[in-house]
């Protein structure tokens, strides 16, 4: 980055450290998403926030080729002891916790000592998609949805469920409150604007959606928000898990991408005489998307316990497919209300809570840029289960299966750059080979402690 912008960077953080100091913020917790999906940090003291701004934050690349567990591999380009990288904040998602008094939060982009961006940095990645996108005259609107599940905190074996009532049940909501209300307002007082809140099929689970943003922006909230309900949890001494499941055998958590391609002020989802109103241009950037999801998977369900979660009929999405509000297909489809020009958008269910969400977004721009370019059709939509009607190809349904499609993918190897190609391959591959041969509760078990 260039040093006016630097110098303009650390005279904002100036000004935003003396608001901060003047609400008694201590400290602005800095973090990022590693290959293994989980949030690292690097925290400073209010005073220091300008610094920061202008000369970075150090920390070691090799979180990149950091585990679940907090083991390491390496790759071709990135692993072992050596070497220090910059974490330069980003102002503009300055955000006051509601739920950890004295804290503030931002998330980083990560550079070079010599100021050059960090090649394997996965927000400046989803960055340069969102860009490509730009330069086709397109935009993205992005959002996850997050699904938890709640229980009594100190790791409890089996799991001890903050609440008991039914599956969307109105109990689970008045037996949680007061938490669920805490959750509403440390996301509304740090200015999250929170579609829904609602009790999810699975014990103590439950799911928040949230306004749609740019692919940056939507993985930033995604962060945001786990780690607010992370945090309000805490206070209520109880554990939210965002892992892809809790216990093995039933339905788990998944991290769903909802997204729509934009023309100027146009959705180009709707309003088309392609299928279901979209436009060619919707129909090829989805079509891309369906077909790359077998590699995807290796972002989307990116450690083994996500495979213990991608089983037919859980409403998962683990069919190759994509259909009309249909449940069981990897995209689902939705059309909205026909005066409701900003509905109409395309669900991507296959993704869970340990997907680092910055290679998610930036990864699905990639393959749907593809397929615009390439002005690819969909396939005829599916209905129904995949599971009962069949038809339609199962996604990988392991780790290792995914990791084989994405060392395949010639589009995300260019999309991601080398470094962070090998990277993350590495990561997955150890990821394998961590958990080779262990039952299904111990993979449960080793991972949902970690999301
Ligand atoms: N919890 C389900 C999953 O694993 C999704 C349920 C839903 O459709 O929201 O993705
Ligand atoms: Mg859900």
């Not at 910059?86 to 000592?113: H, I, K, M, N």
């Not at 489809?333 to 026909?338: H, K, Q, R």
Request: glycine fraction near 10%; include cysteine; aromatic fraction near 6%.
């Amino acid at each position: 980055m260039e040093k006016p912008e630097r110098e303009r960077a650390e005279s904002a953080a100036r000004q935003a450290a003396a608001q901060l100091t003047a609400q008694d913020i201590r400290g602005v917790a800095l973090t990022w998403v590693d290959n293994a999906g989980i949030s690292r940090v690097k925290a400073v003291p209010t005073a220091r926030l300008a610094h920061a701004a202008r000369r970075g934050v150090g920390a070691s690349p090799s979180f990149d080729v950091f585990l679940v567990d907090d083991s390491s591999v390496t790759s071709r380009h990135i692993g072992g002891p050596d070497g220090d990288l910059r974490l330069f904040p980003d102002l503009d998602r300055l955000t006051v916790l509601a739920a950890q008094p004295g804290w503030a939060w931002a998330p980083v982009d990560r550079y070079e000592q010599d100021d050059t961006p960090y090649a394997a940095c996965q927000r400046q990645f989803a960055r340069r998609m969102a860009d490509a996108a730009a330069a086709r005259g397109m935009r993205l609107s992005m959002g996850f949805e997050t699904e938890w599940v709640v229980t009594h905190a100190n790791g409890h074996e089996p799991p001890r469920y903050a609440c008991s009532g039914p599956a969307y049940g109105m109990t689970r909501v008045i037996e949680l409150s007061d938490y669920l209300r805490e959750v509403l307002d440390a996301l509304t007082a740090q200015r999250v604007d929170v579609l829904q809140i609602h009790p999810e099929y699975s014990l103590g689970q439950f799911e928040v959606s949230v306004a749609p943003s740019d692919p940056v922006g939507a993985a930033d909230l995604s962060v945001l928000v786990r780690e607010t309900i992370r945090a309000v949890s805490a206070r209520h001494g109880l554990d939210a898990s965002f892992a892809p499941v809790v216990e093995p055998g039933g339905v788990g958590n998944g991290a769903h991408l909802h997204l729509s391609l934009w023309q100027d002020e146009r959705n180009l989802c709707r309003g088309g005489d392609g299928p279901y109103g979209m436009t060619a241009e919707c129909e090829a950037f989805l079509a891309g998307v369906v077909r790359e999801l077998p590699a995807l998977l290796a972002l989307g369900a990116p450690t083994p316990a996500s495979y213990l979660r991608l089983e037919p009929s859980r409403w998962a999405g683990v069919f190759q497919c994509w259909g009309l509000e249909a449940r069981e297909a990897a995209l689902r489809f939705i059309t909205g209300a026909p005066d409701d020009a900003e509905g109409a958008n395309a669900e991507v269910k296959c993704f869970d809570g340990a997907a680092n969400p910055y290679l998610v977004t930036g990864a699905v721009v990639a393959a749907g840029l593809a397929g615009l370019d390439e002005g690819l059709r969909l396939p005829p939509p599916a209905a129904g289960d995949p599971a009962l009607t069949g038809g339609h190809p199962r996604l990988p349904t392991s780790l290792a299966e995914s990791l084989e499609h994405f060392q395949g993918s010639a589009l995300l190897r260019t999309a991601l750059g080398d470094p962070l190609f090998e990277a993350i391959a590495a990561v997955r591959a150890g990821e394998v080979k961590l958990f080779e041969g262990l039952a299904p509760k111990d993979i449960a078990a080793a991972t949902r402690g970690r999301y």
